[in-house]
T-cell receptor, first 111, second 114 residues
């Protein structure tokens, strides 16, 4: 099936550092979403993007919908211990109902 | 109780048995989705309901999988003749409308087929 290429696969950072992760695809998406998933829980929606070029913030999180509609990035500023988890990008293809997910970025924060 | 709820949280069954997984969406959300998540992977779309009807079941892997939503609220995912490869976390999500794409997920049901 359709794949989203999400990178990096994992990140080991120090508390207080900024984090950046991204997703790319060969297909055009009309919506990009970023989720965070903790162990044993379902994904929690962080940010939703609907327009090419859109830049949206949610607290320390900032995400952008790429101009080509084939990519998106998520930045986390001044990371804190509770940011640990797996971050997923997800996109909705034009005409599709379900979301297509990346494989996730595993964020690990060293104190 | 504002979120999506799923029961059971864990289900262990023997190969060949039948299982039912239940999803209770956010009140007022007309769109309901089922996904399957294998270890180390992102969720994969299975089926989408708009109201009572299955509007898109293109993600169901085979005819052993079936889902219903008879009254347009609660949904049940049914798996017949379970196989070990069906072991995964089954996630349900709902959205206010399907157009905007914001889907809110439940905690999932971890299915283990022995």
């Amino acid at each position: 099936g359709q794949q989203l290429n999400q990178s990096p696969q994992s990140m080991f950072i120090q508390e207080g550092e900024d984090v950046s992760m991204n997703c790319t695809s060969s297909s055009i998406f009309n919506t990009w979403l970023w989720y965070k998933q903790d162990p044993g829980e379902g994904p929690v929606l962080l940010i939703a993007l609907y327009k090419a070029g859109e830049l949206t913030s949610n607290g320390r999180l900032t995400a952008q919908f790429g101009i080509t509609r084939k990519d998106s990035f998520l930045n986390i500023s001044a990371s804190i211990p509770s940011d640990v988890g797996i971050y997923f990008c997800a996109g909705q293809l034009v005409g599709a109902d379900g979301l297509t997910f990346g494989k996730g970025t595993h964020l690990i924060i060293q104190p | 109780g504002a979120g999506v709820s799923q029961t059971p949280s864990n289900k262990v069954t023997e190969k060949g048995k039948y299982v039912e997984l239940r999803c209770d969406p956010i009140s007022g959300h007309t769109a309901l989705y089922w996904y399957r998540q294998s270890l180390g992977q992102g969720p994969e779309f299975l089926i989408y309901f708009q109201g009572t009807g299955a509007a898109d079941d293109s993600g169901l892997p085979n005819d052993r999988f079936f889902a219903v939503r008879p009254e347009g609220s609660v949904s049940t995912l049914k798996i017949q003749r379970t196989e070990r490869g069906d072991s995964a976390v089954y996630l349900c999500a709902s959205s206010l409308t399907p157009v905007m794409g914001e889907q809110y997920f439940g905690p999932g049901t971890r299915l283990t087929v022995t």
